[in-house]
């Protein structure tokens, strides 16, 4: 069995991690290689436990009820409860405490992107993962959306030759930043938020064979915030990388959380990527599905549903489920734990444990272009904020691994010195 411990428990929870949680109770994963083995809720951390006692009496009678920690201690007193593995799922500038407290008492740990907001934190966290024998991984679903996953195939198989430039966006209505995170948007934005989806999804499909080199980024302010503030409305990222043959490839990410509530496709997602040979693109709107119904559109309802990320079916054989590419990696990460744990090799831990740290898709030491990319943005905007607009980040130069550079400034300011 794997007992859980779940950091946080907001609407990533309830979206995607209380599926898994409510299927393991009847349904443990299975494998060739470990046999059945049971993944269960044992316990949560959170701020109140508001959400957690709710939950816990909304479902009475119907799983095994976890313990509610909440408060100041509620971390440690999670890590002494018997778990074996945590998830982290609180506002991203709060991963790297959380994450490292579950390391060093030994737990596996899955965080939600992005996994932090700097390469020194991350360094920190993959040391301290070796050093303990424990899995430290990320949640970046998007890899296992059906229409990624292709994409990344035909790029790998070479029927996609040579990206060249792409263009991402995603925009989220003001009930996000207005509603469901307005406790911890003050001070942050967009891009970090969720453009990392598409900065793993863009390193992963398109690598490793090429190398990281700049990054620029510009935004808006005034609407969840003041116009001279440190919070953003939307941000467009800009995101350089250098092939081999010292042609360029660049990305555009445009993020937003102020897309009004009413527009119809609720969380709009849409990328395109041009090749040599070809142009790929693809529009959640426009995946066939449309829906209206009286009254329950578009607030409890979505007019364009994305049921390949996340939906609740009634299976042609009768039984209810839920299930979707935001539920699979969450399910994935348990079967790598219990493989660690529970794989027929009894006596080889350890190479079981490197097999496992040796998936690029979503271990934390494969995250560096990710977080390096997230900490030259934030430092961007830092300086925007500062009235320094339209700096630019180079990576591993002769300077530094992140080095900033402001417009009209020969004094560079060195981000992190190490090679990224």
């Known amino acids: 069995m794997i007992r859980c411990g779940m950091i946080g428990f907001g609407m990533i929870f309830d979206d995607t991690y209380r599926p898994v949680f409510e299927a393991g109770v009847s349904v443990p994963l299975y494998s060739s290689a470990t046999g059945p083995v049971a993944v269960t809720l044992a316990a949560v951390a959170s701020r109140t436990g508001a959400r957690a006692a709710r939950y816990l009496a909304t479902h009475a009678g119907r799983r095994v009820p976890f313990k509610n920690f909440s408060g100041p201690n509620a971390i440690a007193e999670l890590l002494e409860c018997g778990v074996d593995a945590v998830c982290v799922a609180t506002p991203d500038d709060r991963h790297f405490e959380a994450a490292r407290a579950a390391i060093v008492a030994g737990k596996h740990v899955l965080i939600e992107k992005p996994s932090v907001l700097d390469l020194r934190q991350l360094d920190e966290l993959s040391r301290l993962a070796a050093e303990h024998g424990v899995l430290a991984k990320v949640v970046y679903h998007k890899l296992a959306d059906p229409d990624h996953k292709k994409l990344r195939t035909l790029y790998q198989d070479g029927v996609l030759s040579h990206v060249n430039s792409g263009y991402c966006s995603l925009l989220e209505p003001k009930s996000i930043s207005g509603g469901q995170f307005a406790e911890w948007i003050a001070g942050r934005n967009p891009a ?54 010292a042609r360029e490839a660049a990305f555009d990410i445009h993020t937003s959380w102020v897309t009004p509530d009413n527009f119809p496709g609720f969380v709009e997602q849409e990328v395109q990527f041009r090749f040599d040979n070809a142009v790929w693109s693809a529009h959640q709107r426009k995946r066939g599905v449309e829906l ?4 329950r559109t578009p607030g409890e309802l979505k007019n364009t549903p994305n049921y390949h990320y996340n939906g609740t079916f ?10 979707g590419y935001g539920i699979e990696v969450i399910e994935r990460f348990f079967k790598e734990v219990a493989f660690v744990e529970y794989g027929v090799l009894a006596d080889a831990r350890a190479d079981r444990l490197a097999q496992m740290r040796s998936l690029t898709y979503n271990d934390i030491t494969a995250d560096r272009n990710c977080v390096a990319i997230v900490q030259a943005l934030e430092a961007i905007l830092a300086r925007a904020v500062a009235g320094v607009p339209g700096c630019v980040v180079k990576v591993n130069g002769p300077a530094g691994g992140l080095v900033l550079y402001e417009p009209g400034s020969a004094e560079p300011l060195v981000l992190y010195e190490g090679r990224v």
């Open 192 to 245: 970090t938020y969720v453009a990392v989806h598409y900065l793993k999804l863009i390193d992963f499909s398109f690598g490793p064979n090429w190398a990281l080199d700049r990054i620029s980024a510009t935004g808006q302010r005034g609407l969840v915030g003041p116009a001279d503030g440190l919070t953003w409305d939307s941000v467009q990222l800009q995101v350089v990388y250098r092939h081999p043959d």
């Open 292 to 295: 209206t119904v009286e009254n």
């Open 314 to 323: 009634l299976e042609p054989w009768g039984e209810r489920s839920q299930r």
